[in-house]
């Protein structure tokens, strides 16, 4: 299977986009740790309108006139990862969830550690929010993205007024 991606620049620094088909497989960090999200070849794809959306998307979510996203994904993980991931996408914009309360939420209260695992793996950052988890204690901990890009995000959204009907 061949991946299609382009790069977007952005606030918190260029995005590599990657689609699968029709599809969006992948957001991935300039400077993310080789392995973390596992992907087969990929190629340059300027002209994929499912990338030129995504892009449109996230620019205008960076601008803070988007609060949620309309795309069809495709998460390539674990049966458990993608219970979480799945999880992420109810987190409403502006608000966030501890470890703890993903882990209930999905109905393994216990999973707490596996649940970090998942969410550090989240192979579609900003989309699927996993910067909205943070600890119990109500610190940000680690991110794929690095804990800058984190408090970015979450800055982000807490300064985006609400846009009518949320």
Request: with cysteine; hydrophobic share 40%; charged share 20%.
């Amino acid at each position: 299977m061949t991946y299609t991606c382009i790069t977007l620049a952005s606030p918190v620094g260029e995005l590599k986009l990657v689609a699968n088909g029709s599809r969006l497989a992948a957001i991935l960090w300039e400077n993310d740790k080789p392995g973390r999200v596992r992907l087969g070849p990929m190629s340059e794809a300027p002209d994929n309108p499912l990338l030129q959306r995504t892009a449109q998307q996230l620019r205008e979510y960076f601008a803070g006139t988007r609060q949620s996203f309309e795309l069809e994904l495709d998460f390539v993980g674990t049966d458990f990862q993608k219970k979480v991931w799945m999880a992420l996408l109810t987190i409403p914009f502006g608000e966030t969830r501890s470890y703890s309360q993903i882990a209930t939420q999905i109905g393994n209260p216990s999973a707490v550690r596996a649940v970090g695992a998942a969410n550090g793996r989240n192979p579609i950052s900003i989309i699927a929010p996993c910067h909205r988890v943070i600890g119990a204690s109500g610190k940000l901990t680690g991110f794929a993205g690095g804990l800058e890009a984190k408090q970015t995000l979450l800055s982000l959204e807490s300064r985006t007024p609400r846009l009518p009907g949320f």
